[in-house]
């Protein structure tokens, strides 16, 4: 058995072990603003529920391993005191994971990952409106739990309001657990979805995705494509050219033409096959061909 002191071993090395063991861990997916009001978007997977009177959550924007800097997340939480926890579903992962790319401070991530910002009742932080169930949070306390790269700072807020969408209830009113469909982290680019088990997405670490709000409309408002589409769509780093895609055109033109003479719907269809094979380019050059 391999035995570890913490002291012993770097910081992302321990990192990944904590993360690959503990797990699956249930996602925070944090929306604030900053004192401006400027509204930011992250998820976090050091979360969970501690009290329900008072209804309690904690979670924990640590300081990046890398380089020692706080999440925007955290500044605004101490700076605002106000807080939104959505809860992520599989029907919205791909999306929330674009939304944790490392976009500079002022990048709006709900644009960045084409989701619906909802007004909240008792907060300033927007909702999430593709979350099915949304909690309202004033901050109580943050405490800081070091002060180099990899520390946590928990945040201690309490839920002053819940929404949730009728859609994932049972006839008794609670929550149906198959319905709701939640997925949650584990160590390096796996999810857990509660029905299912394991899959894996990239994570929009070493890249910037250009985001839901660069795709053309006519592609994000495609009756076909599915947020999570959208969401791998837009992680990529760049769209491509149409030198690209006149090539891609012109192959395809000698080996199959009959591609090309189908209806948009049938090329978006055409296109949300090759997604679900992770062929992402060669999904925005079907997508831009027609």
Known sequence: MLSIKPNEVSTAKLHGYLLGSVAPRPIAFASTVDEEGNPNLAPFSFFNVFSANPPIMVFS???????????????????????VVN???????????LASTAYPKGVNEFEKAGFTMLKSDEVTPFRVAESPVQFECKVNEVVALGENGGAGNMIVCEVVKVHINEAVLDEEGRIDQHKIDLVARAGGSFYSR???????????????????????????????????????????????????????????????????????????????????KGEVVTAWKILLAK
């Open 61 to 83: 924007p640590a300081r990046s391993v890398r380089d020692n800097t706080t999440k925007h997340t955290l500044d605004n939480c101490i700076a605002t005191k106000e807080v």
């Open 194 to 276: 509660a029905k299912e088990g394991f899959f894996e997405i990239p994570k929009p670490i070493a890249t910037m995705g250009v985001g839901v709000d660069a795709i053309p409309d006519h592609i994000r408002n495609s009756k076909v494509l599915t947020g999570n589409d959208l969401g791998m769509l837009g992680n990529v780093e760049a769209i491509p050219s149409d030198e690209e895609v006149n090539t891609f055109i012109e192959q395809t033109q000698q080996r199959c033409s009959h591609i090309l003479e189908a209806t948009q719907e049938e090329m978006h269809k055409k296109a949300q096959d090759f997604l679900a």
């Open 87 to 97: 809860v992520v579903n599989h029907d919205m992962v791909h999306q929330m994971s």
